[in-house]
């Protein structure tokens, strides 16, 4: 095995012409043939260098309108003929096929290509064949061959050739051979994606291409002794993946999955009034709407002051001045918002720590899957993007709610979707009262919803708890009426739930006789 590899010859078929006039300079310097196709070998002639047309190479035409031009033995052959070989090497010399040392490649833009939403025959079209191919070529014989397959990649083989005059080592070709398998294996799950959700409307295909690049290497993971990396799909990013961060210390594995969390409950208010939503553990421990953002963040806050310390903070509007004044007054890891006005950012900008991240909200009711790997395994299952209206639900009491109540029924039953299993929300005017979260039984998250209302009225010297006179989502059925009865206790007029109970008589039976309205949903929304 050889360590160094002059590089004699290099072929080049770039779509992405990024960098590619400082690369051919360094080749050209170091005495290197330049091999091209098409469009690459036009560029490189017009930058003044002279140019071996791959056809002139093979003896063969480009044709098919250049569907066919790199698939022949002289360029394969280039490629994978092993150095050294007598058995290759002899191959090689019979049919006039000479050692290609270097490829350069980028392919077809396929992803991009659909991500502007053209007609399926411009898609098909850009799935590319001969590149692919070349590249998996190259990369097979890295012993002897380089391949370079994203312009980000160029300065490191100017820099060895340089060091190495005009030679690339092992260690970088092997380097270089893996990020090649990978681009490639991204490549084809793009275009099996493609085939299997777009153009075959197919829900779970027999076999889930994932293709994902790594972003940035995370400090660390839910915990200091966890390793963790940020990744994102090469089909385009969007969502907190896609938030720029305009100021703060670099982002943990919890703020990021909280900073989820709380971007996508708030985008279930992209359309409301002002609205800001606190995050806490994947938990949300206070969701408001206000006649402005200000006004919406501190009743979100007064919900559960205690818990929304060192929280995630998420608002439906532009940051304003008085809202990042308030949010300041106390200790907060990440705010996130689809916007910034200039004051906002010059009072975040005296809290070095405090990041902040803007974001178009996301679509709630948008299709997609959502994936939770198992032992052994992964779990696969459409987004949970369903929603109710008025008009959807079921009123199953003898006392229909007011106009009031319904708005309350609604608001808790939004929230509710966001909360761990097993899940209450208390909610008033267009606030949450209090939300209890990812306990084993029903009866003790109404409990300690009920408990965190108290403890904000106490707090906020309240002549009565915010769960007096609201409404209580429920994210599963009522089992049996204890829970109801508690949230009874607790102020609560109105219920809104799924329903579907063996026990769901006993439960309207227990609503009737306390004077609560209830309506049932039809619809169950477990999070776990």
């Known amino acids: 095995m050889t360590d160094l590899v002059r590089i004699e010859r290099a072929l080049l078929s770039v779509s992405d012409k990024t960098g590619l ?53 002289r360029v394969h052959g280039g490629l994978l003929g092993v150095r050294g070989n007598p058995e290759h090497m002899a191959a090689m010399t019979a049919h006039g096929i000479a050692p290609i040392d270097l490829a350069v490649i980028n392919l077809y833009p396929f992803a991009a290509t659909v991500a502007k ?24 014989n890295h012993e002897s061959v380089a391949i370079l397959t994203d312009p980000a990649q160029y300065q490191g083989l100017i820099d060895a050739l340089a060091e190495h005059a005009g030679a690339t080592p092992l260690a970088l070709r092997r380097q270089l051979a893996a990020a090649a398998y990978a681009h490639t ?73 909280d900073a989820d969390g709380a971007l996508e409950l708030i985008a279930e208010f992209r359309d409301a009034g002002p609205s800001c939503a606190i995050i806490k553990h994947a938990n949300p421990c206070g969701v408001a709407t206000g006649a ?23 608002l439906n509007a532009p940051l304003d001045g008085p809202t990042a004044r308030a949010i300041t007054e106390i200790f907060t890891e ?26 178009a909200l996301p679509d709630p009711r948008r299709p997609g899957l959502a994936l939770r790997q198992i032992g052994g395994g992964m779990l696969v299952q459409t987004r949970d993007n369903a929603a109710v209206s008025r008009t959807d639900c079921t009123v199953v009491s003898a006392r229909a709610p007011s106009d009031a109540e319904w708005a309350d029924m609604l608001f ?32 003790d998250s ?50 809104i739930q799924p329903g579907g109970s063996i026990k769901d008589a006993e439960v309207i039976a227990a609503a009737n006789e306390r004077g609560l309205a209830m309506v049932f949903t039809g619809q169950r929304h477990f999070r776990h």
């Open 21 to 73: 006039e400082a690369l051919a300079a360094a080749l050209v310097a170091h005495g290197i043939e330049l091999v091209s196709t098409g469009g690459t070998a036009a560029a490189l002639r017009a930058m003044g260098h002279d140019v071996r047309d791959v056809a002139e190479l093979t003896g063969s035409p480009e044709m098919m309108d250049g569907r066919v031009k790199t698939l022949h033995p």
């Open 446 to 495: 109404t409990r300690i919803a009920a408990q965190k209302a108290q403890d904000a009225a106490t707090r906020w010297g309240w002549a009565a708890p915010r769960t007096v006179g609201s409404a209580v989502a429920s994210d599963a059925f009522f089992p049996f009426a204890d829970g109801l009865l508690a949230a009874a206790d607790a102020g609560a007029t109105a219920i």
């Open 185 to 257: 294996a991204a490549y084809d799950a793009a275009v099996a994606s493609w085939f299997a959700f777009a153009d075959q409307g197919e829900a779970f295909p027999a076999t889930l291409p994932l293709a994902l690049t790594r972003v940035e290497t995370l400090r660390y993971g839910e915990n200091p002794h966890q390793s963790a990396a940020l990744y994102r799909p090469q089909t385009g990013a969007s969502g907190v993946a896609a938030a720029r961060q305009l100021q703060g210390k670099a982002l943990s594995y919890n703020n990021l999955n």
């Open 334 to 359: 990440v705010v996130i918002a689809p916007d910034a006005d200039a004051e906002a950012i010059e009072i975040f900008a005296a809290k070095k720590n405090l990041r902040l991240l803007l974001t």
């Open 412 to 443: 808790a039953w939004t929230v509710a979707r966001h909360v761990k299993s097993n899940a209450i929300v208390y909610a008033q005017g267009g606030s949450t009262a209090g939300i209890g979260a990812g306990q084993m039984s029903r009866l």
């Open 117 to 140: 939403g053209a007609p399926r025959e411009d898609i098909i079209e850009n799935i590319d064949i001969g590149g692919p191919a070349m590249v998996r070529s190259a990369a097979k």
């Open 292 to 314: 402005t953002l200000a006004a919406a963040y501190e009743a979100a806050f007064q919900c559960d002051p205690v818990s929304a310390f060192g929280g995630i903070i998420a």
